[in-house]
């Protein structure tokens, strides 16, 4: 079983910044980033895949957040620049990947999850 541990959640105005830290307790390929809003469907922001270094990311979010992993320290990091409302959500680290999904694909679905931090971004 793997461990993952969210921080780095808060609450920002419009346009500001926050950085997301997930410590996991090993190292897998594949890691992500998703979040789930009230009354919304959980979605994918980011995720990497270790072996190549590449990355996904959702429409929404590119070039405002950046997925990036420090490997000696089994931790995955999501910055997030020119925050919206519409990124307010509850975020989930992820890792791994379940049979019959792909990682950088449109069907990722990880093995393992976090608790969550909540971000909001207020107008």
């Known amino acids: 079983q793997v461990q993952l541990v969210e921080s780095g959640g808060g609450s920002v105005q419009a346009g500001g910044s926050l950085r997301l830290s997930c410590a996991a307790s090993?190292?897998?390929?594949?890691m992500g980033w998703f979040r789930q809003a009230p009354g919304k469907e959980r979605e994918r922001v980011a995720s990497?895949?270790?072996?190549?270094?590449?990355?996904y990311y959702a429409d929404s979010v590119k070039g405002r957040f950046t997925i990036s992993r420090d490997n000696a320290k089994n931790t995955l990091y999501l910055q997030m620049n020119s925050l919206k409302p519409g990124d307010t959500a509850m975020y989930y680290c992820?890792?791994?990947?379940?049979?019959?999904?792909?990682?950088?694909?449109?069907?990722?679905?990880?093995?393992?999850w976090g608790q969550g931090t909540q971000v909001t971004v207020s107008p």
């Open positions: 992820a890792a791994g990947v379940r049979s019959g999904s792909n990682c950088l694909g449109l069907t990722y679905e990880p093995a393992y």
């Open positions: 090993a190292n897998l390929v594949c």
């Open positions: 990497h895949y270790g072996l190549r270094d590449t990355t």
